[in-house]
């Protein structure tokens, strides 16, 4: 496992972990009788997701890495149900379709200046276990599952260019805090292990990545 890959796992599980020890005690201390977590959840986010400057997926396009764009914005939607609980854990499944889109055109003072205007594409459909730590007011939770994600990289074409979806590990936690009945503010930041792809003779090959997604919205239950 390389260097930034190690980083980025720490730095997910350092502030998973946080988000569980701040919020655990707030939970506990809300109404009366907030009842249990649950029975469903719906979540609607807006999302900053790292797709990356990868050498090697830029290689594999013809482009420097510095051309590809590194951060851009999208749009996240999941659902969860909450099946049982066991002493101070509630489980739950659920699933989340992440859809970003990211552009970057080198400016006047740049190294590529005059160069193409490059665009990243980047959709994850992510199946998850849950586990849930709180009650009805607000909980947070660690989650993961194995799903499918398609990372694309286009140069000032009209269409997307085919691309192959590759198996991807996705992890994280987040929160929901309810504001009011049936709607909650919803944080969720999510690690996404993609499996690398092979070159054919119609698509380029893509290396082995991760990526992070901060998703910030509501949710309604």
Not at 86 to 93: D, H, N
Request: aromatic letters at 10%; glycine letters at 14%; proline letters at 8%.
């Amino acid at each position: 496992m390389s260097l930034p890959r190690r980083t980025g796992f720490r730095t997910a599980l350092v502030l998973c972990v946080a988000i569980q020890l701040l919020l655990l005690p707030a939970t506990r201390a809300a109404a009366q009788d907030p009842g249990p977590i649950g029975p469903f959840v719906i979540d609607v986010r807006g999302s900053m997701v790292n797709v990356g400057q990868d050498p090697d997926l830029a290689a594999n396009r013809g482009l420097g890495p510095s051309q590809l764009p590194a951060w851009g914005l999208g749009l996240d939607v999941g659902g969860h149900v909450y099946l049982f609980s066991w002493g101070v854990i509630t489980f739950g499944v659920g699933a989340s379709a992440l859809f970003t889109a990211a552009s970057r055109t080198p400016g006047e003072n740049e190294p590529d200046a005059g160069g193409p205007t490059v665009t990243t594409r980047f959709t994850a459909f992510s199946p998850q276990l849950s586990f849930n730590f709180g009650d009805g007011d607000g909980w947070s939770y660690l989650s993961g599952g194995l799903g499918t994600s398609r990372l694309t990289v286009s140069s000032e074409q009209l269409t997307v260019p085919a691309q192959r979806r590759a198996g991807t590990l996705n992890y994280g936690g987040g929160a929901r805090w309810f504001v009011r009945p049936g709607m909650a503010f919803s944080l969720d930041l999510r690690m996404f292990a993609i499996s690398p792809l092979e070159q054919t003779s119609t698509e380029p090959g893509s290396p082995r990545m991760t990526r992070l997604a901060l998703n910030l919205g509501v949710a309604f239950k």
